[in-house]
């Protein structure tokens, strides 16, 4: 009985060590079969770095408005007769654009300009008079007070005469009018919008870090996307107060509008143009990875040999990834400024690095980049 134990353990334990042994050597054989194995390189695409003219700038938005720009009212209470313009029309300086009920006027005007040309006729005849000897000087002086008197009247009357009419006070785009023929209106009433469309204004505000890089006449460029800048102007006003709520600086600048493509009270990108500064290293804003530890960037370079010290073999991957830690600065028109740890001549990549790894094997493909493959899907 105990012999048959005996041998029925030593079966068990040959059995256990072989089941352990297959599974070693098995694993063994995967190891080298994967560590023999070569590896794939990572196709990518890369841009070779080199120093650039960079052109910095501020960048922010602001707010439209017209020049020149009012909302035209009258001065007296009256009955409009006649409405002397649509909207959208284009009126000079001076036209005739509303005019209100005159006829009360017209009549007090005509008889003051009769009882002035009396009053005058008669300062005429007191000068004679005078210069025969047989006038008298109060009579002449008496004459004369008349005289200016019923003068300054006529002016008056003229002056309430005139305010029953609306005129352009200078050239410009008319709105929609907001009266009616035969309406009675009163003092301050809008009849309508009247704008200079041909010269604008852009209302815009910057950090007061930045007020510093500021100056009068300098250039702005606008345009209702970040990447369609197509109205220039130039830098016509800045605040010289920060505002303590915000810590932004108010700043004024005037665009040409020719074409009337701008209107007032629209949102429009802004950048202040800086002056150009050359041999800036700078990349793809693409090439730029951001991670917990700091912005990086892989840099295609030639693969290391062996540890050994022996060359590589023929088969192996003849370029590789590595990882650069990089400072980034500033950004403009899709490229961000290096300011350490890289320099010219380094080839970046700038698509596929999520499928990277430091030192892993890469191939250079550049027959798709991200710009040719924007513009594919823009089609």
């Known amino acids: 009985m105990g012999k048959r134990l005996l041998i029925a353990i030593i079966l068990?334990?040959?059995?256990?060590?072989?089941?352990v042994g297959f599974n070693m050597f098995r694993d063994r054989a995967i190891e080298q079969f994967f560590a023999n194995r070569p590896v794939q390189p990572t196709p990518v695409s890369t841009v070779k770095v080199e120093p650039v003219?960079?052109?910095p700038g501020i960048e922010t938005i602001g707010t439209v408005g017209a020049a020149r720009g009012v909302d035209l009212t009258v001065e007296t209470?009256?009955?409009?007769?006649?409405?002397?313009f649509k909207a959208n029309d284009e009126v000079a300086q001076g036209d005739v654009l509303l005019q209100l009920e005159d006829a009360v006027q017209q009549a007090d005007l005509l008889a003051g300009q009769t009882q002035a040309k009396l009053d005058r006729?008669?300062?005429?005849?007191?000068?004679?008079?005078?210069r025969?000897?047989?006038?008298?000087?109060?009579?002449?002086?008496?004459?004369?007070a008349a005289s200016e008197t019923s003068a300054s009247q006529v002016t008056k009357l003229q002056a309430v005469l005139d305010q029953r009419v609306l005129k352009a006070p200078f050239k410009g785009t008319l709105g929609i009018p907001r009266v009616e023929e035969g309406q009675f209106i009163q003092p301050g009433a809008v009849v309508a919008t009247l704008q200079d469309l041909e010269t604008m204004r852009a209302d815009f505000a910057v950090p007061e870090q930045q007020l510093g890089l500021l100056e009068l006449g300098q250039g702005v460029r606008f345009g209702l996307t970040a990447d369609a800048l197509q109205f220039t102007g130039s830098i016509t006003g800045i605040?010289?107060?920060?505002?303590?709520?915000?810590?932004?600086?108010?700043?004024r600048a005037r665009i040409a509008n020719p074409q009337g493509k701008l209107s007032p009270g629209q949102f429009v990108q802004v950048r202040v143009e800086l002056p150009r500064q050359d041999n800036v290293i700078a990349i793809p804003d693409t090439a730029l990875m951001t991670s917990l530890y700091g912005d990086y960037v892989y840099v295609v370079e030639p693969a290391k040999a062996a540890a050994s010290g022996e060359a590589a073999s023929p088969g192996a991957p003849k370029l590789q990834a590595r990882q650069v830690f990089v400072a980034a600065g500033r950004r403009n028109a899709g490229q961000v400024e290096i300011t350490a740890n890289l320099e010219a001549g380094a080839q970046v990549v700038t698509a596929g690095q999520n499928r990277l790894s430091n030192g892993g094997p890469v191939v250079v493909d550049n027959t798709v980049t991200p710009d040719q493959a924007g513009k594919a899907a823009a089609k």
Do not use: F, M, N
């Not at 209470?77 to 002397?84: E, M, S």
């Not at 025969?132 to 004369?144: K, Y």
């Open 77 to 84: 209470t009256g009955v409009v007769r006649d409405l002397a």
């Open 53 to 55: 003219s960079w052109e």
């Open 132 to 144: 025969r000897g047989v006038g008298t000087d109060a009579q002449l002086d008496a004459a004369r």
């Open 239 to 251: 605040d010289p107060k920060v505002d303590p709520q915000s810590r932004l600086v108010s700043v």
């Open 12 to 19: 068990l334990v040959i059995v256990a060590g072989g089941i």
């Open 121 to 130: 006729q008669a300062l005429e005849r007191a000068i004679e008079l005078q």
